[in-house]
């Protein structure tokens, strides 16, 4: 079986693991923690990073830092994770959705600004599988209606608007390093911001709001959300890789499209826009056959043994936000036209070019 998505762990993670056990340095306590928080601070132009324990965590606690709460609204992208409207409804506030755009897969910059209301209190961006968000509208839109911006840059670690790295756009960024990502640490997540405030904010409500002077004595909640020192080593040696493996991903993504550029029943990543050329988090395909729809695709995928995913469920869809009553009515045709018809193909890490190869010529077997 070719697996959607294997990392590659052969760099310095062993050793760093080592470290960890040989100085005793196992929890949250532990000095890879602050280097692997600085350093991805750095990456993408940030002052602050708080490392938290994954990416679901890491929204969770920008929504919290940022004070938004009951009847707020955050505007969000239809199609994306659960995580990203479960964050904003876990505080009391109401995701609104905006449909997609179907040539980068983004939300559609221009359905925002007919979303806002008096209640809206920020933008929750999320660059999806490989191209960013258009942001220069995004920017001025949340300029103009005195908007926050939360920024979910978990599938675009390494990848630029412009020239300036996504996850130094929002006024909180959030990343996750879950092994499908582009650096990985098992299971983990990180806040990002220039503000020193919310920084410090963000690091209470990871550790269960504890006081630096009263210890035990509490005046807010928080979570248990720390990393732990094991999750920070592996962390500090994976972007010790970032350039390379920002580089394994845009070949992995240049050879499918090389292979798969000709086939007239699918659309592909779009390789190159003015804003960004793609990084390929991972290479989904959308089929052009109103009769070929993913899930058939994905199924004589998997009888020759190519593992694929489907693309997100999209949010107006779920059954878990039905029974909330939300979402009554709406409908976002370009979202449920990519889950429909899209997937993607393995294309993790460790993903050789024999593979890459295998799984395109098969794919073009199974379209004609
Ligand atoms: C992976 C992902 C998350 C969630 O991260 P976890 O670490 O799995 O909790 C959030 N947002 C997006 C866009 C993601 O791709």
Redesign the pocket.
């Known amino acids: 079986m070719i697996p959607v998505n294997e990392p590659l762990l052969n760099g310095n993670e062993k050793k760093y693991l080592n470290k960890c056990i040989d100085t005793g340095w196992i929890s949250s306590e532990g000095p890879f923690i602050k280097k692997f928080e600085e350093e991805l601070a750095k990456k993408v132009n940030r002052k602050y990073g708080v490392a938290v324990c994954?990416?679901?965590?890491a929204?969770e606690i920008a929504i919290e830092a940022l004070g938004i709460g009951k009847d707020d609204e955050v505007i969000m992208p239809a199609f994306?994770?659960i995580?990203?409207a479960s964050a904003i409804i876990k505080v009391g506030a109401k995701p609104v959705l905006v449909d997609s755009n179907l040539q980068n897969w983004n939300m559609d910059v221009n359905q925002i600004e007919a979303k806002i209301t008096s209640k809206t209190k920020a933008i929750m961006v999320?660059h999806i599988y490989g191209l960013p968000v258009e942001m220069d509208a995004v920017l001025e839109i949340a300029k103009k209606h005195n908007l926050k911006i939360i920024e979910?840059a978990?599938?675009a670690h390494g990848q630029t608007y412009k020239g300036k790295p996504c996850g130094s756009f929002g006024d909180i960024s959030v990343f996750?390093?879950?092994p499908n990502?582009l650096i990985t640490t098992g299971?983990?997540?990180m806040v990002l911001t220039n503000d020193e405030k919310l920084a410090e904010r963000c690091k209470s409500l990871r550790n269960l709001c504890f006081m630096p002077t009263k210890r035990f004595v509490h005046e807010e909640l928080g979570w248990n959300m720390r990393m732990t020192n094991i999750q920070a080593a592996l962390g500090v040696a994976q972007l010790e890789r970032w350039d390379e493996f920002m580089a394994i991903k845009r070949k992995m993504g240049a050879l499918y499209t090389s292979l798969l550029k000709d086939e007239k029943g699918i659309s592909l990543p779009v390789e190159k826009t003015n804003y960004a050329e793609n990084i390929y988090w991972v290479f989904g395909i959308i089929s052009k056959k109103e009769n070929v729809t993913a899930e058939i695709l994905m199924k004589k995928l998997a009888e020759k043994e190519i593992a694929t995913r489907p693309f997100f469920y999209p949010m107006h869809l779920q059954p878990i936000f039905k029974k909330m009553n939300l979402f009554v009515g709406e409908t976002y045709p370009n979202a449920e036209k990519m889950y429909t018809y899209g997937f993607y193909l393995p294309s993790g890490m460790a993903l050789t070019a024999n593979q890459t190869q295998e799984v395109a010529k098969t794919l073009k077997e199974i379209l004609n």
């Open positions: 994954n990416g679901t965590a929204l994306t994770i995580s990203c999320v979910d978990a599938e996750s390093f879950y990502k299971e983990g997540g």
